[in-house]
């Protein structure tokens, strides 16, 4: 492979996306990202990710921004349905939001300035950084001179085309590219969704506030998991009325269910594959939910989807490249492109900063390619396989069964 590419492109410009940008700037190289959103990727989902070793890892080498990212619970505790803790774990976990870290990626990446941190001074060794909206790649191919060739459409469908030395896909789990190499690669329905929600802390109940704050906090029912943390609020915000307590409750569906259909359809009749956007969901269904919440969880965590004013669901798949590099290693997937974990495992932004920093080891030359992709796919094989068995037990079997929660060590 070209040694040291000159002009890197990377398809996605999410968190694993940014990631791997930054990495290619510090070490000089020229980089541009093509996103096919029309701006910047604020979905106001505001919600949670758990800040894994492998991301703290990342944040201390390459982050550097006079802001502070995480909230640390400092127990780990399972509720019965009755609302009592049944199990106490001293394990602290550091949470953070996703659009605190893609903003604070975006000011490193490419100096965007937004209320959430300050843009950090620039290092005249770095390379230059793009961050292009509106690129949606479409076709990849290899130029008889080696080099790759990225077909894209911007937004009013015309059509596109760059060169580049090395192309990192870092598209999601329904990955674009990885579809074009490797299309019997599918993405496979797990059996159930994750209803999701934030409340803010200072409008929580003293009660609610007693339980969630400082605490991770799980409960396990028939067929049923719902796991609260606190998390950043609005610009990254970490002061106490303004931070959020985070929920995603895992509930079964038959997809081929009337039920499955209607949950997906939003209130302009378009159906949803992966994700059902906030403020897109039926009133009546989320009225029910509710009623649902009371029936089947303790009264803290009913209470807590109660009182959120807007969910949103995201389903559960699993999804695994068989490899990670093409093109004698000018190409190479990132992230949940190379795996789609279930979400027990918080193992999805970890995975981002772990191939991230996989990928920066082997540019400097303290590994070789092969030890590389060989480590980016057993971190994904290996997590891949504890969230299957996580979200197995705790969804399909019986409640003795239900995995402890503080197996989740990644
Ligand atoms: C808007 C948004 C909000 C999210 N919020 C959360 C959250 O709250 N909690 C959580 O745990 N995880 C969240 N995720 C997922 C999380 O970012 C990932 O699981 C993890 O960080 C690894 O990300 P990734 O960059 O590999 O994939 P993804 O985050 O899925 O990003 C893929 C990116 O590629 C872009 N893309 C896809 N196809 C193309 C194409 N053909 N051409 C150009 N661009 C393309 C997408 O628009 C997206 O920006 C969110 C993702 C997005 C995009
Ligand atoms: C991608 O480009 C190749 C080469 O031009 C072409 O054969 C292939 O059909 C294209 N694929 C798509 C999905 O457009
Ligand atoms: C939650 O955390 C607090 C400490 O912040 C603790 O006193 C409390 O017992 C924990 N659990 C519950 C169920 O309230
Ligand atoms: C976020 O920042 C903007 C701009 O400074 C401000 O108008 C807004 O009130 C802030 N929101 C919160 C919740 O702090
Ligand atoms: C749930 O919220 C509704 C209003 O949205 C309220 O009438 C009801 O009392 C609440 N139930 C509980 C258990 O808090
Ligand atoms: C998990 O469940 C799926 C679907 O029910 C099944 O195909 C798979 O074998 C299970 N895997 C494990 C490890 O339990």
Not at 45 to 60: K, L
Request: net charge neutral; hydrophobic share 40%; with cysteine.
């Amino acid at each position: 492979m070209a040694a040291q590419p000159e002009n890197v492109i990377i398809v996605g410009g999410s968190l694993a996306g940014l990631f791997c940008g930054l990495v290619f700037k510090h070490l000089g190289h020229n980089v541009r990202i093509f996103e096919r959103s029309p701006s910047a990727l604020l979905q106001s989902q505001g919600a949670g990710i758990v800040f894994g070793p492998p991301a703290q890892e990342y944040f201390a080498k390459h982050v550097n921004v006079n802001h502070p990212l995480s909230i640390t619970s400092y127990m780990r505790q399972t509720l019965d349905r009755s609302g009592h803790p049944i199990n106490q774990d001293r394990r602290q976990q550091k949470m953070v939001s996703w659009d605190l870290l893609y903003f604070v990626m975006r000011a490193c990446f490419d100096g965007l300035e937004t209320t959430y941190c300050e843009v950090p001074p620039k290092n005249p060794r770095d390379g230059n950084a793009k961050y292009l909206y509106s690129r949606k790649v479409t076709n990849l191919t290899e130029k008889s001179d080696g080099l790759l060739q990225v077909e894209f459409e911007d937004q009013d469908g015309k059509n596109g085309v760059e060169v580049a030395d090395m192309v990192l896909a870092a598209d999601g789990p329904g990955s674009t590219i990885r579809e074009l190499l490797l299309p019997e690669v599918k993405r496979k329905y797990a059996g159930y969704v994750a209803w999701r929600g934030t409340l803010l802390e200072s409008e929580a109940t003293q009660e609610l506030k007693d339980t969630f704050v400082n605490n991770f906090t799980f409960f396990h029912g028939p067929g049923t998991q719902i796991v609260a943390y606190l998390i950043p609020g609005k610009n990254g915000s970490l002061d106490q009325d303004s931070r959020l307590i985070n929920w995603v409750w895992y509930c079964n569906y038959d997809q081929n269910s009337q039920e499955y259909k209607d949950l997906m359809t939003d209130i302009d009749g378009h159906f949803h594959h992966f994700t059902l956007p906030i403020g897109k969901m039926k009133p009546n269904l989320w009225v029910q939910q509710k009623k649902h919440a009371i029936n089947v969880l303790p009264p803290q965590f009913a209470k807590l989807v109660n009182d959120t004013e807007q969910a949103f669901v995201q389903v559960i798949t699993d999804v695994m490249s068989p490899k990670v590099s093409f093109f004698d290693d000018r190409l190479h997937l990132i992230g949940d492109a190379i795996a789609g974990f279930r979400p027990h495992t918080v193992a999805s932004t970890s995975q981002a900063a772990y191939d991230s920093l996989l990928l920066e080891r082997m540019m400097k030359g303290e590994m070789t390619e092969k030890q590389m992709q060989g480590e980016m796919m057993r971190y994904a094989r290996q997590v891949a396989e504890i969230g299957v068995q996580m979200g197995n037990r705790s969804q399909f079997e019986s409640l003795k069964a239900a995995i402890q929660p503080n197996t989740m060590a990644l």
